[in-house]
């Protein structure tokens, strides 16, 4: 697509990146067949190809406008188009940037500033949020029963924490693990909302004889601020998180993970956010390259030689790939021969590749269309009236179980469970 940029932007390399993703489109549509959005408000500006040529229009005139930061809110950044482009536009990086110039431009209704400035000094931060987790436990009677789902009754423990540290010398290390050891970002929410996912993952690399090491002076991986166009609170809280992590990188991971497949996306991209920083850019793409999703360090064999079975009669499985997993990751497909090397059944879910409606704080910000999303969705998954639904995402788990009384659960708890 030509594209002329305003000169407000011509020396701006983010203005660049953005313009060549504009090129790169032809305009063919595809990307509405897969986009939520699309699907759900049936109007042209709520898709992929819309969304691209109202961002287009802002390049070019050189200012945003309400109407396209309405649009931009409206997307999950599920990244299910840039899956199906066959043009390989980069719309990631593309809606960043264009939210990041409407959020200058367009000074929001103080409804919007309040909420969005709450969730940005809540969330990310492990304190408050447990803080606001414990009063909603005790006001949960008397809310309504999709937010009560939302908050677990009790704290969800780990079921059993394996000492910190280096796995028990019975272990023998897994091949093609160099080091022996991989760095785990804790997260901010994850053991608030289900501490049993983190604590899982310790477990079964501990079992492949895995050291897990972890800082907890590293906070959120940066996704909270970056979804809500903080940009520069985004790149002051990536360098504190590598300056954090330094000393164990620099003793030497196999892998750098986070059991929340959203983080993993953020992880990866923090090479891309900090590539204009001279003091980090570096270091910066040198940490994304080492990133690596938990489904990336099993396979069938492994989960066999753990010997974790699948009890008899264990009713069949519905598996949810998270759109971070899937279109954000690349690594459709990955999880589900894993629960079927330990004996789970599955089930077929309809539309796998269509978005839950969590996306981050989107369940917040657009609770309706989040809402309709996630209906859609659990019609899919619960059609063959499954005994659990697995995903790879807390947020997807705690947003999918707010909408039914079927178990959620992340994939590595319910290994974990069936682990001797
Ligand atoms: S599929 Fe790709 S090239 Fe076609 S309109 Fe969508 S983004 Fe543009
Ligand atoms: S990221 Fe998802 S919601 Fe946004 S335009 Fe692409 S497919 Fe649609």
């Known amino acids: 697509m030509e594209t002329r940029l305003h000169p407000r932007f011509e020396n701006d390399p983010a203005a660049r990146i953005a313009e060549d993703a504009l090129r790169a489109c032809v305009h063919c549509g595809f990307c509405n067949a897969t986009c939520p959005t699309y699907q759900e408000q049936g109007d042209e500006l709520d898709g992929p190809r819309g969304r691209i040529y109202q961002i287009k229009q802002v390049l070019e005139q050189g200012e ?24 390989g536009v980069d719309y990631n990086h593309l809606v960043a940037f264009g939210r990041e110039v409407v959020e200058q431009d367009c ?14 000094r809540a969330l990310p931060s492990r304190w408050p949020f447990r803080a606001a987790l414990g009063l909603g436990r005790l006001a949960r009677p008397l809310l309504p029963p ?19 540290g280096a796995p028990a010398p019975t272990h023998q290390r897994a091949p093609g693990f160099e080091h022996g050891r991989v760095l785990l970002l804790d997260g901010c929410v994850h053991d608030a909302l289900d501490a049993r996912i983190n604590a899982a993952l ?25 979804h809500l166009s903080a940009q520069a609170r985004t790149r002051q809280r990536l360098r504190r998180n590598l300056d954090a992590w330094q000393a164990e990188l620099t003793r030497g991971v196999d892998a750098v993970v986070s059991t929340a497949s959203g ?24 940490f994304s390259a080492q990133v690596r999703d938990p489904v990336e360090l099993f396979d069938d064999d492994a989960i066999r030689g753990l010997g974790i079975r699948a009890p008899d009669g264990h009713p069949p499985v ?5 759109c971070t997993l899937q279109h954000g990751q690349g690594l459709a497909g990955r999880v589900e021969p894993l629960l079927q090397a330990a004996g789970f059944r599955l089930v077929v879910v309809n539309e796998p590749h269509l978005c839950c409606g969590s996306a981050g704080t989107y369940a917040i910000t657009q609770p309706e269309l989040s809402g309709r999303l996630r209906q859609r969705k659990l019609e899919h998954l619960e ?30 708890t319910l290994l974990a469970r069936h682990c001797p």
């Open 64 to 87: 945003g406008n309400a109407s396209t930061r309405t649009h931009l809110d409206r997307c999950l950044t599920c990244l299910n188009c840039m899956t199906t482009c066959p043009s």
């Open 107 to 120: 000074p929001r209704p103080f409804r919007e500033r309040l909420l969005r400035g709450l969730l940005l």
């Open 146 to 164: 999709g937010l009560r789902r939302r908050i677990p009754a009790r704290r969800i423990p780990a079921r059993r924490r394996p000492a910190r």
């Open 202 to 226: 310790r477990q079964l690399l501990a079992a492949r004889g895995i050291e897990v090491v972890s800082v907890a002076a590293a906070g959120c991986c940066g996704a909270v601020e970056h």
């Open 263 to 286: 983080c993993g996306v953020m992880l990866r991209d923090y090479g891309h956010l900090l590539a204009d920083d001279p003091a980090y850019a570096e270091r910066a793409a040198a």
């Open 318 to 322: 519905a598996w949810h790939a998270p």
């Open 383 to 412: 059609a063959a009236t499954p005994g659990r639904i697995v995903t790879a995402n807390i947020g997807c788990q705690t947003h999918l179980q707010s909408g039914t009384e079927t178990p959620v659960e992340h994939w590595l």
